[in-house]
T-cell receptor, first 114, second 115 residues
Framework: GEEVAQTPKHLVRGEGQKAKLYCAPI?????VFWYQQVLKNEFKFLIS????????ETGMPKERFSAKCLPNSPCSLEIQATKLEDSAVYFC????????????FGPGTRLTVT | KQEVTQIPAALSVPEGENLVLNCSFT??????LQWFRQDPGKGLTSLLL?????REQTSGRLNASLDKSSGRSTLYIAASQPGDSATYLC??????????????FGSGTQLTVLP
């Protein structure tokens, strides 16, 4: 597609439950990024993929967060045993391998942990 | 570690004014810089991207400049309109030995254009 698609738009989970978020990058884009936006405007980088391979995972809280980008499937970000502080908007972005490397963002998934 | 700062945090102007939003970054070894717009409850819309070798980019009423050596970028909005009201975010991609491609964001400037 021509836009980054994210589902669901909203997700509510009780503390300790699992949450799974999905992202479909723009067709032809090789890179996928996940960012977490908390406290209105603070963006935190989580992980990036080059095709189905993890490119950089320096921002991932590894004990509870995991992510995948499998061929012919949307990318996913999964949070096991959610905590209250995981409440945030999670954005996915994609960019091409070549050219200007401009990142295009999806509409985000708002996760609320109660 | 790259840090990005945006000043002011909030700005309110009457319709029709020209305005400048500021962005500064601590590490001048950047690959590119992007300006985004975020409307309440929405995603990010890319406004302009400036490569490290460029000095400015223009799109319609928007003009972004980059002074890499001093670690500064400005976003100039001409003849502001109420529809320009949004949060404007600056983000940089650093050059690193690991070819990291992620963006580091500033905290944004919340712009309100009064009719």
């Amino acid at each position: 597609g021509e836009e980054v698609a994210q589902t669901p738009k909203h997700l509510v989970r009780g503390e300790g439950q699992k949450a799974k978020l999905y992202c479909a990058p723009i067709k032809g884009h090789s890179y996928v990024f996940w960012y977490q936006q908390v406290l209105k405007n603070e963006f935190k980088f989580l992980i990036s993929f080059q095709n189905e391979n993890v490119f950089d995972e320096t921002g991932m809280p590894k004990e509870r967060f995991s992510a995948k980008c499998l061929p012919n499937s949307p990318c996913s970000l999964e949070i096991q045993a959610t905590k209250l502080e995981d409440s945030a908007v999670y954005f996915c972005a994609s960019s091409q391998y070549r050219g200007r490397h401009e990142q295009y963002f999806g509409p985000g998934t708002r996760l609320t942990v109660t | 570690k790259q840090e990005v700062t945006q000043i002011p945090a909030a700005l309110s102007v009457p319709e029709g004014e020209n305005l400048v939003l500021n962005c500064s970054f601590t590490d001048s070894a950047i690959y590119n810089l992007q300006w985004f717009r975020q409307d309440p409850g929405k995603g990010l819309t890319s406004l302009l991207l400036i490569q490290s070798s460029q000095r400015e980019q223009t799109s319609g009423r928007l003009n972004a400049s980059l002074d890499k050596s001093s670690g500064r970028s400005t976003l100039y909005i001409a003849a502001s309109q109420p529809g320009d009201s949004a949060t404007y975010l600056c983000a940089v991609r650093v050059i690193s030995s690991g070819s990291a491609r992620q963006l580091t964001f500033g905290s944004g400037t919340q712009l309100t254009v009064l009719p």
